[in-house]
Nanobody, 127 residues
């Protein structure tokens, strides 16, 4: 049974930083990719970052290098370090595990049935 449990969401002033964590069980990078999606108020799910077994990371072009994804294989923890946060980064962030995680954005209803998803972590950015 795969479980993904996020933590670390919250409210931060624009320009600040947050780190999201995801404790994964039942799925490791040997099984596929792990990553982060964010769900915006218009119900679009955007792939924010993903990482594979080879350690190669992929990011949404919209991030401009502000976020960093990492994975600790010893604890099977996935992290998303978010710096220089902007108002448009406010969203619910989901930890996701799947055979392959591809860049892009889709209506959430079209992809939520694929792979494994955590419960979500709310990130608020205020000015």
């Amino acid at each position: 049974q795969v479980q993904l449990v996020e933590s670390g969401g919250g409210s931060v002033q624009a320009g600040g930083s947050l780190r999201l964590s995801c404790q994964a069980s039942g799925f490791t990078l040997r099984d596929g990719d792990m990553g982060w999606y964010r769900k915006t108020p218009d119900n679009q799910c955007e792939m924010v970052a993903s990482i594979g077994e080879d350690g190669r990371a992929y990011y949404s072009n919209s991030l401009e290098g502000r976020f960093t994804i990492s994975h600790d294989s010893a604890t099977n923890m996935l992290y998303l370090q978010m710096n220089s946060l902007k108002a448009e980064d406010a969203a619910v962030y989901f930890c996701v595990a799947d055979h392959t995680i591809s860049p892009g954005a889709w209506p959430c209803g079209a992809i939520e049935g694929f792979g494994y998803w955590g419960q979500g972590a709310q990130v608020n950015v205020f000015s």
